[in-house]
């Protein structure tokens, strides 16, 4: 059996946007917003929080592939 050595990009992608979407959904169900608002609120958060969060989730997989060389 081989060990991979280099970290899995999408997986870390994946799971950074995921973490992102429920960072964004978290802040999103707080009080002090109509129920339109909140939607809309949802949605800016959820892509926002998203893309940051693959983003993030790409440079630790850079650095751990760095780290191993």
Do not use: H, S
């Not at 970290?7 to 973490?19: D, K, N």
């Amino acid at each position: 059996m081989r060990v991979r050595r280099n970290p899995r990009y999408a997986a870390f992608l994946g799971t950074g946007a995921v973490v992102g979407v429920v960072a964004g959904i978290v802040l999103a169900v707080g009080p002090g917003a109509g129920v339109d608002d909140r939607v809309r609120l949802l949605a800016y958060l959820c892509a926002l929080l998203a893309g940051l969060g693959a983003l993030l989730g790409g440079v630790v997989a850079l650095l751990l592939e760095a780290r191993r060389r």
